[in-house]
């Protein structure tokens, strides 16, 4: 979950890894944002999903604002 300041509107962010790509040492793959969103339901640490957006760069990572979403079945 993201917190943010009572005078910033309101955000979600996530971070995502490829749960198949093998990055010793490296930090997440992705930064997803949902402006205007606290929360978006079914999403936590652990969920895969699919996303696409358009992926811009904020601050070297590379992020994705408002992205489309499906969240997958978890593997057993």
Do not use: C, H
Not at 15 to 33: F, H, Q, S, T, W
Not at 52 to 61: H, I, P, Y
């Amino acid at each position: 979950m993201t917190f943010v300041a009572p005078s910033e509107a309101p955000r979600f962010t996530a971070m995502i890894e490829d749960a198949g790509a093998e990055r010793p040492g490296r930090g997440p793959a992705i930064r997803l944002v949902w402006l205007g969103r606290r929360q978006i339901r079914g999403i936590g640490a652990g969920t895969p999903i699919r996303f696409s957006g358009m992926l811009s760069t904020v601050g070297g990572e590379p992020t994705v604002y408002n992205p489309r979403y499906e969240i997958l079945a978890k593997e057993e």
